[in-house]
């Protein structure tokens, strides 16, 4: 057993939830691997020390670096869109809880991007693995910036960012231990998941960044301006625009 798999037996939260961790000294992408799996598992994880090919939402390529960022998937069984429509919500509330253990007070740009003084710190990217009349699963890919210095957003010449990129070792001025993060990051995500909707949602709101903002919601092809005013229970985003009240189930803000 290696000894990140210890660390999920000798924890009962832990142990309870996951499957297993695979863990990988490279890959293409956690959540590439993931979805080629013959065999899919509800909590089985897969946990890479260096991503080369990494993406985000509309395949925007997804920058990681060997232990210096967190390249993490976790597969999940879900019974129906109602169900899985929560997890990136899940993903994100996990993810705040789990840098506010490190002193950071991150906020989230809905539906999951986590943003520190507005830079973006992790981003989680949720796909659906669907099969007619067979197990349904949902991958939840998950990318921290643990340990890069501004170089390494630099040195990427070709890289874009729709959002100024930032770290955990720039914001506290030192390393992070990557196990321990990926222990937090673990634990974090099964209690959130278990916890009942309410109060899922009530932790969402009180750190979404988004809330009272005039934003552009990209859907598909179109484009919808509004403030955004609340998020319902099943995770959609309510959107006040000129001429009505719209809820957005899915989508990508653009501008903020």
């Not at 499957?19 to 993931?34: G, R």
């Amino acid at each position: 057993m290696n000894k990140l798999n210890k660390l999920i037996s000798d924890d009962q939260v832990l142990s309870e939830f996951y499957e297993h961790l695979i863990v990988l000294s490279e890959v293409d992408s956690t959540n590439n691997f993931a979805k080629n799996l013959n065999e899919k598992k509800h909590g089985v994880c897969i946990y890479s020390e260096n991503q080369k090919f990494g993406y985000g939402r509309n395949n925007r390529k997804w920058i990681s670096h060997k232990n210096k960022s967190i390249a993490l998937s976790i597969i999940l069984k879900y019974k129906n869109n109602e169900e899985s429509s929560l997890i990136p919500l899940i993903s994100a509330v996990a993810i705040r809880k789990t840098l506010f253990e490190f002193d950071i007070d991150a906020k989230i740009k809905w539906p999951n991007d986590i943003l520190v003084d507005s830079k973006k710190i992790s981003g989680i990217l949720c796909e659906l693995d669907y099969k007619a009349d067979s197990e349904n699963f949902i991958i939840v890919g998950i990318g921290v910036n643990v340990n890069f210095e501004k170089t390494d957003f630099l040195n990427n010449p070709k890289m874009k960012y729709n959002i100024e990129p930032t770290s955990m070792s720039l914001i506290l001025n030192k390393t992070v231990n990557m196990e321990d993060i990926l222990h937090k990051i673990l634990k974090n995500f099964a209690s959130s998941f278990k916890v009942n909707r309410s109060e899922l949602i009530s932790y969402y709101k009180k750190y979404w960044f988004d809330k009272d903002k005039n934003i552009e919601v990209l859907l598909g092809n179109n484009l919808i301006k509004g403030t955004a005013i609340d998020i319902k229970k099943n995770g959609s985003l309510i959107l006040k625009t000129k001429n009505e009240t719209k809820e957005v189930a899915s989508g990508e803000i653009i501008s903020f």
